[in-house]
DNA sequence: AAGTGGTCTAGACCACCCA
DNA sequence: GGGTGGTCTAGACCACTTC
């Protein structure tokens, strides 16, 4: 039997004659309902019959709220039992070979780093899809540096990793060594997987003036996702622009899958 | 007006008796739509009321299928207005170890190419010595193609190979079937492995008018050297310039060789 | 004004799970 | 068998965009 207490605590937020459609204020309602710790993990939420009735809705309008968490992975449905308040795990699983990455082929070249900024604030909605936070769940750590080799700006970089995870790494300098690094020294953090995106654009101003080049002038955009081995799920999302002047990918092809 | 060749083809793929549920077989069928180039990006998919009639379900049965080509991010509703197809760059996978290219990730694509032209000729210094041909030693085949995803140019490319090597491919017809494909077949040449660079670069006046995009446009610009089993040389050497608003490249990293 | 997607109803029958 | 989620209907009114 579920608690007495989830009734009244659903009822609390709605309100029908608002504006804000029924089925968001039910789904935030549901969501109350877990984050509060009224309904825990592995329990079951009320019947969609129950809620409907309770709430003086249909039960499509339930199904539209509680539809909408089970896709957000809060919740799960199985089919004649009921539905489930899942344990917080998401599932990434990482495969594939291969291997790359930006700072190769800078071999012999001189490189540093100059840290534009580095604050804690809150995700984007974008930045929390890519590193699976809920939304506004937590902070994130966003860094901005430029890269240099040989002393001209070759890339402009902004990382972003989840604050609970990553905040030791606050106390790092990066001026003079690597992200990678001090997330295994300091976080214990080893990635070791990912995927990347790269696609062709042309510099805006922002970019234009932090790398030295001409606006319009083309650059690389590299987008990454790492994962780390100790957990499942991102420690880091990566944007970088690169310029597209004195940066190429190099790419060696071996065997098989030629058509 | 959309073109009358949607209701048909759609119906095509439905059957109300069937015992998969209705929303999954819209669904799929309007997928199919997509896919096939029936409806292009940027257009607009039948509104709801038309294909609930035609399929002769309700409209939340359509919506129910729509909805989740939304949330997969094929489609995009914008309120008022329609429903559309949402304009996705390509994508190409860049294995490290292995295949490369950009064939693939085309999958569902309507794709062919325009032979523009293919001609043999005296090859220039660089591309003899990109082909390991000794100067003036004998000729080359320059093959340059557009090619097509779903009606629209995506890359030009330019082949050069050694005349007396790949001379059977001159009886090919390049705008059906594939340069390697005939490579294989008629000069019984099987790519083995290569080498290839990606620059950023801004379209010129001559790729922009082929690719039908402004001059000044990001794309990539694909270099690639490919070897053959049987011969211990290169046998193509091949410039790709791809549309960088149609097109991003892919990759999986996976372990090691992280900084 | 006409057409579109957004929300919502009050039911219905089905397949599945558990006691 | 009784309760659960899965699918589906045949409408309705609203808000928004476009013409």
Not at 23 to 36: C, F, S, T
Not at 98 to 106: N, P, R, T
Not at 237 to 246: F, H, L
Request: charged content about 25%.
């Amino acid at each position: 039997m579920l608690p007495l207490s989830t009734k009244p605590f659903l009822l609390k937020h709605f309100n029908p004659a608002s504006k804000i459609p029924k089925y968001l204020q039910i789904r935030e309602a549901v969501r109350g309902l877990i984050e509060k710790g009224i309904v825990l993990e592995q329990e079951t939420i009320p019947p969609e019959r129950d809620l409907a009735e309770w709430f003086g809705v249909s039960r499509m309008t339930v199904r539209q709220a509680v539809d909408e968490l089970v896709r957000e992975g809060l919740l799960e449905k199985r089919l004649g039992d009921g539905t489930f308040v899942k344990d917080q795990k998401l599932s990434g699983r990482m495969h594939g070979a291969g291997s790359f990455s930006d700072e190769i082929a800078l071999s012999g070249k001189r490189t540093h780093s100059k840290m534009l900024g580095q604050v804690v604030t809150r995700p984007t909605e974008q930045i929390a899809k890519k590193l699976e936070i809920e939304e506004g769940e937590t902070s994130v750590i966003r860094i901005e540096r430029i890269r240099y080799v040989n002393e001209y700006p070759i890339s402009h970089q902004i990382s972003y990793l989840p604050f609970n995870l990553c905040y030791p790494i606050l106390s790092a300098d990066l001026n003079v060594s690597s992200l990678y690094h001090h997330l295994a020294q300091s976080a214990g953090m080893v990635m070791k997987a990912g995927k990347e995106t790269i696609q062709a654009i042309v510099a805006d101003d922002v970019n234009a003036e932090l790398l030295q080049i001409p606006v319009g002038q083309p650059c690389f955009l590299l987008c990454r996702t790492m994962y780390a081995e100790q957990v499942n799920r991102p420690v880091e999302y990566v944007e970088t622009m690169i310029r597209g002047d004195k940066f190429m990918f190099v790419n060696q092809i071996d065997g098989k899958g030629i058509e």
